[in-house]
DNA sequence: GTGGTCTAGACCACT
DNA sequence: GTGGTCTAGACCACG
């Protein structure tokens, strides 16, 4: 259960840790029960303000993803219905929807935007086959 | 020479300023010499305060994409290689990569990010047939 | 890590406050990871707005001299080629140029205008005597 | 006659031509008498506004550099105690000074300061013999 | 505590 | 007319 964060981004620490945790969670990567590691822990692996962590750990316990198990730390919160695709396509529209925008003001072609994109998957290591049958999300989009 | 700004939007008012300058200059829209809307017109026309707009154009003309003629107003600059596709691409890259990273944190496959991102260039009316041949761009990704 | 500013300059507050930044990285005297005074403890120090002070940080950020640590305040940035003798005359070189741009039109001859630096070097306490072996630029102008 | 002006520098450009018939007439290069160019001749030459160069003469004259010849233009006013060392070196000695404080701030050694200046001055055709003698200023700096 | 952003208004310099 | 600078004060986000 690892996190990446970056300082050094325009995005806030606190919500760095927020959203990468939505995102495991609504993929299924990380599941109901799971513990989370401990806010000096995270904090000090990262070299951030366990304030900043805390925090984070919070919102997303305010948010019912998280649970806190007294004496024990955080856990992934029992989560009904995740794991289908479109909530997960959901979270992701929006960044995708601010690059369409940003394609339309620089006047580039789709294709070529697409291409870049294609590429950018490829090095995140973003996999063109189906997804593992065992993956809660098996649809494809329309 | 119109600019879209959106007090609402989480982006601070001069960044969506520094932003749209520096598309529309790449992507040849706006071309060396050509005169910026007053300080004082943007602000009243949007109905800001003329610091922000001030603000902005002051960080454009540090970073050399406009120049002031003084008592006359600001002008984009001669900046030389205009126009091609990749710097373009590269103003687009980080978002792509951001995406990117979400897409593999949220566990999809490309095609279905590909298949979203297609239809966000289609909502924003970005043209998938080849630029016009008028256009600086006409280049492909390899 | 102590400013100067001279309120009644022709040069405005934010650019002394940008140039001296600018100065004491290039000699070295300030390193990377130092913090600087925080907006507020500055503008109290010298009966200035923080506004000034920040727009100084600001732009010093925007160049990649200084480094903001969100919630604790600046530092000087990890700018690798520090201390060398070049950079410093690089800086230097405007205003000596601009000088002896004047002084060709004071149709002046080159010793006299020497001597007369000579003096002004002295009473700022420049030192004629080889760099302290600890200072990073020890070379010498060929 | 010839004047440099440079639009992009920082210095305004009214500035530039004061200082300019300062440092002419102070050198005796340019002598009682003698025309300066039309305000409308001089603006078209250097692709400036005539304000500006309206601005200047007006301030040489208030100053009684310039004298206004009706229906001549204006002409060099018959200054009386022009030519000395003494007063051109101190039209040179702000910049000089200025430098001087940029070099203690940049811990330069006074060796290395002077020269650059040196090379400055040779690049700008600063001669280092003797004034020609029928040149006013013969005088040494002690 | 830190800096960022925006507003409002004044005054200045340049053309 | 243009932009630049500075002040004063408010509010926000982050740690």
Not at 11 to 26: D, G, K, L, M, N
Not at 59 to 87: C, S, W
């Amino acid at each position: 259960m690892r996190f990446s964060i970056q300082a050094s981004s325009a995005e806030p620490i606190y919500r760095q840790i927020v959203e990468q945790v939505r995102r495991h969670v609504a993929s299924g990567q990380w599941k109901a029960g799971e513990e989370l590691p401990s806010v000096r822990a995270l904090a000090q692996e990262h070299a951030i303000n366990p304030m900043t962590v805390s925090k984070a750990y919070s919102l997303l316990e305010a948010e019912g993803l998280l649970e806190r198990r007294r004496g024990l730390g955080m856990v992934i919160a029992d989560v009904r219905p995740r794991g289908g695709l479109a909530p997960r396509l959901a979270l992701l529209e929006p960044v995708l929807r601010s690059a369409a925008r940003q394609a339309a003001e620089l006047d580039l072609r789709a294709h070529d935007a697409q291409a870049l994109f294609a590429r950018c998957l490829r090095e995140h290591g973003v996999a063109d086959g189906p997804p593992d049958p065992e993956s809660p999300g098996t649809g494809r989009l329309p």
